[in-house]
Nanobody
Framework: QVQLMESGGGLVQPGGSLRLSCATS????????MGWVRQAPGKEREGVACIGEGEGITYYAESVKGRFTITRDNAKNMVYLQMNSLNPEDSAVYYCATDRAIFCPRLSSDTTRLRERYDYDHYGQGTQVTVSS
């Protein structure tokens, strides 16, 4: 079955960086799009990044564009999220996610944009990111 396991979260000061990792198993990673979503206390879950199948076209939430980078290593069955210039509003539990689709979820009104409110079929257990001085 699909298994996703995130790691790499922690406490970081504003302006700092973190790299999250997602180890995948139970499916052939290279065939499917993968996403990162986050949920802060009292807020809805929101997608922050997605990478399409294969080498992957990438999509980002407007709030993280230019700061976050999603990558994948299909040979290692890993997905990564490099987060730079972090601010307190980025504090949340971050989840790796997939619904084993080829394409990332995008807005029907603008297919160049990530659909940030989207329910994937599978999530990992999450990793906490806290940005605070």
């Amino acid at each position: 079955q699909v298994q996703l396991m995130e790691s790499g979260g922690g406490l970081v000061q504003p302006g700092g960086s973190l790299r999250l990792s997602c180890a995948t198993s139970g499916f052939t990673l290279r065939y499917y799009a993968m996403g990162w979503v986050r949920q802060a206390p009292g807020k809805e879950r929101e997608g922050v990044a997605c990478i399409g199948e294969g080498e992957g076209i990438t999509y980002y939430a407007e709030s993280v564009k230019g700061r976050f980078t999603i990558t994948r290593d299909n040979a290692k069955n890993m997905v990564y999220l490099q987060m730079n210039s972090l601010n307190p509003e980025d504090s949340a539990v971050y989840y790796c996610a997939t619904d084993r689709a080829i394409f990332c979820p995008r807005l029907s009104s603008d297919t160049t944009r990530l659909r940030e409110r989207y329910d994937y079929d599978h999530y990992g257990q999450g990793t906490q990111v806290t940005v605070s001085s």
